[in-house]
């Protein structure tokens, strides 16, 4: 859900508290029965829903954790990794491959690539993914993907090929629906790109399950922790 579209909900939901609160007192005023019950519980439904809108919707895009309410509703950067919070709809992501980014680049994601999960904390971490990267080529494996939304870093795609133990590392299950979809789908048409149907099909197996469950891996989860 877009920044716009929880704003416009959530003052939707705390209007609706506001109205019900006030025909509430308007009803016991005029010792009305029966109405002052159901306006007092349909201002409880209301204050319900306006938590759950900030607990549900109102994360950081990046990292997940709760914004400011002043910085949700005025914009900013997330306290916890300076994710900025901005009013515009969200844009497509931008895929970028890390054999094409200058070392500067590369050194900032090694920098910033925990911010979205990334085990690339510790020199040894680092030293392995240069090194696979050194070996890279746009006509075959490994291939490293960086993910940015308005240019703030929030995925990964690395493709290993299918040889050895780890064939793929990605953190699309960890995104939105609209996002995850649209990673696993660049994921897949990479590797179909690149001849390799094996991996093409994990990928699309994986699409497949969210198109199903009609929400991402994140969201199914949280609402399963919820009991939902």
């Known amino acids: 859900m877009t920044l716009k579209k929880l704003r416009k909900k959530y003052k939707m939901w705390q209007t609706l508290a506001f109205v019900f609160m006030v025909l ?15 306006c007092m519980g349909a201002t409880f439904f ?10 549900r919707y109102g994360r950081c895009r990046v990292c997940y954790n709760l914004l400011d309410p002043y910085v949700l509703f005025h914009g900013g950067h997330c306290k916890f990794c300076g994710t900025p919070v901005e009013d515009e709809e969200e844009k497509r992501l931008t895929f970028r491959n890390m054999r094409e980014m200058t070392e500067d680049e590369i050194n900032v994601f090694l920098q910033e690539g925990w911010k979205i999960g990334c085990a690339v904390d510790t020199e040894k971490e680092q030293q392995e993914l240069l090194e696979a990267l050194s070996r890279s080529k746009e006509t075959g494996f490994p291939q490293f993907v960086l993910v940015y939304e308005k240019d703030v870093l929030m995925g990964f795609l690395f493709i290993y090929g299918e040889e050895g133990h780890t064939w793929i590392i990605h953190n699309a299950d960890e995104k939105t629906y609209e996002q995850e979809k649209e990673m696993l789908a660049y994921g897949r048409d990479l590797c179909k790109k690149l001849g390799s149907e094996k991996l093409a ?3 699309q197996q994986q699409l497949g399950e969210v198109e199903r469950m009609g929400k991402s891996h994140r969201e199914a989860w949280e609402e399963k922790c919820s009991g939902k």
């Open 46 to 55: 209301c204050l319900v829903m306006v938590i759950y809108m900030m607990l």
């Open 24 to 38: 509430m007192f308007v009803m016991m005023g005029l010792q009305i029965d029966g109405w002052i019950e159901v």
């Open 201 to 203: 099909k994990c990928f």
